[in-house]
């Protein structure tokens, strides 16, 4: 007996944990900076804390009021009906609840590259085949219809993430109008905003409402700093209600972290000091790196280092980790999260030195 066929399946390699890390070269974790998973440097909301704390003598029944009333407060913040909301146990979930909801076996998705390891890993075991869309570095990744379009070919579900991970570079919502105004009408776009909170450009929720042929994702593991409590969903239209209850785990999202939903969507001040903090960083990432960097609407920077392997290994064996690029199709640079002003700084100077050691 054996599991089905797996073998073109990517794997998805997580950046390594702090403790991890810590235990493997031998370091206290205190000392450590971690800048590669995009987490929220000031951890999550104190009132999301307060709330898991509150509810915790609660995880003995189901979660079914908090589930409804996370659910109502999301689709009126989005000012849609409450049967858009498809909440799911991470960002990540509600990708594979729409690969569920849409995919026959066989059919093909088109997914950036450079992107985001999961789509197509779930792409592929929900039973769908994966083509690419190239994001050129010679463009600074400029993400067009035509980058797009280019490669479309009658797919299913086009992937298309603004701010892109892991470059930093947006779609406008014009040109995503256009990308799902030129594929076929069976053509679902999945525009993935997993970063909207750090850039200044429109949500593309106001297209949900316009057309029956794109879903938004979202996450709290980013801008709410709950990535270990594992929350997303996906704003849809009206009529995919149905779809979403034939897809949908009972009782997926726990009552703990529907709890800790609800009180992170009430902390603005967190949310606040974290955009605030990730735009300063950018900026300073920018302005001191001594290497390439690209422009970016997320919580994080791309840079060009050269060998991305090498210098992140040498940059962690100095307490600082940060994202090699290598499994992006990114072997030349890295990825660094936007931390505190004290971590950021830290970073740009343990780089700094790295990358004048490399060179000299
Ligand atoms: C972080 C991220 C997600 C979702 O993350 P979850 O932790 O699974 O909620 C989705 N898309 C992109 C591009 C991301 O970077």
């Given at each position: 007996m054996e599991p089905r066929d797996l073998s073109d399946h990517t794997v998805y390699r997580a950046g390594r944990g702090i403790e991890e890390v810590a235990r493997d070269r031998g370091l206290d974790p205190d000392d450590l900076v971690k800048l590669?998973?995009?987490?929220?440097?000031?951890?999550?909301s104190p009132k999301a804390v307060d709330a898991v704390r509150d509810h915790a003598d609660r995880v003995y029944s189901y979660p079914k009021t908090s589930h409804t009333d996370l659910t109502a407060k999301i689709a009126d913040r989005h000012g849609v009906d409450d049967e858009q909301i498809w909440l799911t146990p991470s960002g990540d979930t509600a990708l594979d609840y729409l690969a569920r909801a849409f995919i026959d076996p066989g059919q093909r998705v088109l997914v950036p590259?450079?992107?985001?390891?999961?789509y197509p890993m779930s792409a592929r075991y929900h039973h769908g085949e994966v083509d690419e869309y190239r994001m050129e570095k010679s463009e600074n990744f400029a993400q067009t219809p035509e980058t797009v379009l280019s490669a479309y070919d009658g797919h299913r579900i086009v992937y298309v993430t603004s701010p892109h991970n892991p470059t930093g570079s947006e779609m406008s919502l014009e040109d995503v109008r256009t990308v799902a105004e030129e594929t076929d009408e069976q053509t679902l776009v999945v525009y993935d905003e997993a970063y909207i909170h750090f850039t200044d450009s429109p949500s593309a929720v106001d297209l949900v409402a316009e057309r029956d042929d794109v879903a938004v994702v979202r996450t709290f593991?980013?801008?709410?700093?709950l990535a270990g409590m594992r929350l997303g969903y996906a704003v849809t239209p009206t009529e995919w209600a149905d779809a979403y209850a034939s897809v949908n785990t009972p009782f997926g999202v726990t009552e703990l972290t529907c709890r800790a939903g609800l009180a992170a969507l009430d902390d603005d001040d967190h949310v606040e000091q974290t955009v605030e903090t990730a735009k300063w960083a950018r900026e300073y990432m920018h302005e001191t790196l001594d290497a390439k960097t690209w422009e970016s609407g997320g919580n994080f920077v791309l840079v060009e280092v050269g060998d991305a392997s090498a210098v992140a290994d040498a940059a962690q064996r100095q307490g600082v980790i940060v994202r090699d690029c290598s499994s992006f199709g990114l072997p030349e640079c890295i990825r660094i999260s936007c931390g505190t002003k004290p971590q950021t700084r830290r970073a740009v100077e343990t780089l700094n030195e790295v990358l004048a050691e490399v060179s000299a």
């Open positions: 590669s998973s995009n987490e929220n440097p000031f951890g999550a590259k450079p992107g985001f390891a999961y593991s980013k801008a709410y700093g």
